[in-house]
């Protein structure tokens, strides 16, 4: 492996302003305050009482038992016979006479304190556009010790977490879309000389969230992309930029405020975790985090169940904007305007951007579009959080092929309209054989069958007692009062391009099995879950649409040498990449998977980074890691252009365990510390980065 940066500094720097190391669900401190106003640390949202496996009367359900109509029962069959995989195959690198995505020899796993991108042997790393950069006029030069809000909201944002680069059919072109999660004031600002300058660091902060679009150009195919200051399509959506709802709920009661009355047009978004591109060219956003930016009431069953609080916010964020109290007569629901799926056109920066209300509100990672049989535009989508819910989205209308303005312009109705749905999972094994360790049951794999359950038909209620309003404004209540199984943390839910198959990452739940909380489950095997899973669906028929699929368990991740109960599809658990907290998802052109971490340094000690992993073959299940990100980062938004060459990755919180003063990282400019010079800092930057052959 190459390391193709050196490490400075020496010991890691003490926590400001919060508690030290790693908290017990073995992620950073602060990224648990900031990214999920520490959710590990207050009651579990979801205390509803379903149904599980494990309270099912029997010691075996058979497929057909548990799931009615014989194609459902044959597509779980099918899928258990793949799932076996084939005779193991030792190559050591991959694309030796398979032609599998491009060639490379997996590093090996990489300390968590080493402050470097570290890329297979014969591979380089290079930026792309870095936090602070800027967007639509080179005055705007980043200074991190001058930093305003007027500034920062035309400058590259901070924490990018979904990625897609756009291509043009020439090659030469192309449009980078990347969201931008959430700030760290600790390691972004000096401390602050006056109550002024702290009230502008939070405009600041709050300009730096939301979404990005950057137009990118190269001299010729596999060159480096470099980005386009002024470019036309160039634009930055924040905390303060309008939008528009649309679907069943938009006007609704429940989404007006007093400067809102109509409930139509909500300002802003934050939050924005992982997302997808949809067949017709735009990009979802998934509004994750929300609740930990507002000061609530917090007392009603809702605010409860979406882990809203009397408490003071994360971010502060109260102190200069009024809708972030929503305590204060008149904003009461200004909350209920933040969990949304989000869809914006990077062909068209002047349009405002949509939140759908179709889709559910809920902690939304992100939403994954692709385009059934029928014509039908089916979103999958995972609620990051504990023992929260996979949902399904099926569009009322159908997709029109072709770029004409019509059909672009009626493709992007798609998702206004629709049915959405709740999963609900069984597995097959007698519950004495789903001990809680993560060993297999006795017939090999961890597998079933499960249903899509309706919570709305085309713009009507399925939940009996609440209103299609209720249902897509409190989802989780709604999904609650139908029994649907509680799962570890759905992060990004990808349907493969060639397969059909989705894929669920299940990233972890340290929860799961303590006193009062849900035990094990044949869909979630294993208690005190810090490793994560990986989930293999298949609908019914091969069909996006169907009430009815298959699963079974691709990856129980971990690593091999320290935990045996690990499972990677079958593949000798001796012979893969230790990976852990398995997060984003993305396929290459041959439809192998590629699988992003988060949190793998708490818990088994090595970087977070990215993997392949064959879903065909005798290398089915086969963990090989391709690149480590630095210090304290997080592997966000994979994008895989393998026929092209590049991998790209955003390199989410480098140096978060930081301080001003003593900062943890140096990436991606690696020099001297605290230096500005020719636009390269000596301190973090969260970037985009582009692995190409060196």
């Not at 030796?96 to 020899?105: E, P, Q």
């Not at 007692?465 to 989780?476: A, K, N, P, S, Y």
Request: net charge negative; charged share 20%; proline share 7%.
């Amino acid at each position: 492996m190459t390391l193709t940066t050196p490490t400075p500094g020496a010991g890691r720097p003490l926590l400001n302003l919060l508690m030290t190391g790693r908290t017990h669900g073995k992620r950073s401190a602060v990224t648990c305050l900031y990214k999920c106003d520490n959710a590990c640390f207050h009651p579990v949202p979801n205390t509803s009482e379903n149904e599980y496996f494990r309270d099912i009367a029997g010691a075996v359900l058979s497929r057909r038992a548990v799931v009615a109509g014989g194609a459902a029962a044959a597509s779980a069959l099918a899928l258990t016979s793949v799932a076996g995989g084939g005779t193991p195959a030792s190559a050591a690198v991959l694309g030796r006479d398979g032609g599998r995505a491009f060639g490379f020899r997996p590093i090996a796993p990489v300390p968590a304190e080493v402050d470097a991108v570290t890329v297979p042997e014969g591979w380089r790393w290079t930026p792309i556009i870095r936090w602070g950069d800027p967007l639509f006029d080179r005055a705007d030069r980043f200074d991190p010790n001058a930093q305003t809000a007027e500034k920062q909201a035309r400058q590259f944002g901070y924490n990018n977490d979904y990625l897609d680069i756009l291509v043009e059919p020439h090659g030469r072109e192309a449009v980078l879309v990347a969201n931008q999660e959430y700030t760290n004031a600790g390691i972004m600002f000096p401390p602050a000389a006056s109550e002024d300058e702290r009230l502008e660091q939070l405009r600041v902060a709050k300009a730096a969230h939301g979404l990005a679009v950057v137009e990118l150009t190269r001299r010729r195919r596999g060159d480096v992309w470099k980005y386009v200051v002024g470019g036309r399509r160039n634009r930055r959506i924040t905390a303060d930029t309008t939008f528009v709802f649309d679907g069943p709920a938009a006007g609704s009661g429940l989404l007006t405020t007093v400067e809102d009355p109509s409930g139509r047009h909500p300002v802003g978004t934050f939050g924005n975790c992982s997302g997808g591109t949809t067949p017709w060219g735009t990009v979802v956003s998934g509004e994750e985090n929300f609740n930990g930016y507002f000061r609530a009431a917090g007392t009603s069953p809702e605010h409860k169940r979406y882990g809203l609080s009397a408490n003071p916010s994360a971010y502060g964020w109260e102190a200069v904007d009024p809708r972030f109290d929503a305590r204060q007569p008149g904003y009461e629901n200004e909350p209920n305007r933040f969990g949304w799926i989000v869809e914006i056109d990077p062909e068209a920066p002047d349009e405002p951007p949509v939140k759908h209300t179709a889709l559910g509100r809920f902690k939304h990672e992100g939403a994954n579009v692709t385009i059934s049989a029928s014509g039908h535009a089916v979103a999958y989508m995972g609620d990051d959080e504990r023992f929260d819910y996979l949902y399904k989205f099926v569009s009322k209308n159908t997709f029109r092929p072709g770029k004409s303005a019509k059909a672009r312009a009626h493709n992007k109705t798609l998702l206004s309209e629709g049915s959405l749905y709740v999963a609900r999972f069984r597995g097959d094994s007698p519950v004495s054989e789903i001990t809680g360790t993560g060993a297999l049951p006795s017939d090999g794999s961890f597998d079933g069958a499960g249903e899509w359950v309706a919570l709305a038909i085309d713009g009507r209620s399925a939940v009996p007692g609440f209103t299609i309003d209720q249902v897509l404004v409190h989802t989780r209540l709604a999904a609650d009062a139908v029994g649907a199984t509680k799962m570890d943390r759905c992060e990004d839910v990808e349907p493969n391009p060639v397969s059909g198959r989705v894929y669920v990452a299940c990233t972890n739940n340290t929860d799961r099995g303590k006193a009062g909380k849900e035990g094990a489950t044949e869909i979630n095997p294993r208690n005190t879950n810090r490793d994560g899973h990986v989930i293999e669906i298949t609908e019914a028929g091969g069909d996006h649409t169907a009430t009815a699929f298959g699963w079974s368990i691709l990856i129980l991740a971990g690593d091999p040498a320290r935990n045996p109960l690990t499972y990677f599809a079958g593949f000798p658990a001796d012979r893969v990449s230790p990976i852990s907290c398995p997060d984003n998802l993305a396929f290459d052109s041959r439809g192998d998977l590629w699988i992003s971490t988060d949190g793998a340094p708490g818990v088994i000690g090595y970087g977070d980074g990215l993997f392949l992993v064959p879903l065909t073959g005798p290398d089915r299940g086969r963990v090989q890691q391709f690149l480590s990100v630095p210090r304290d980062g997080e592997t966000c938004g994979p994008v895989i252009h393998d026929r092209d060459g590049s991998v790209f990755v955003a390199v989410q919180h480098p140096g978060e365990d930081g301080s001003w003063a003593a900062q943890a990282s140096y990436f991606p400019d690696y020099i001297e510390p605290g230096a500005l010079r020719d636009g390269r800092w000596g301190g973090p930057r969260p970037s985009v980065i582009q692995v190409t052959r060196a």
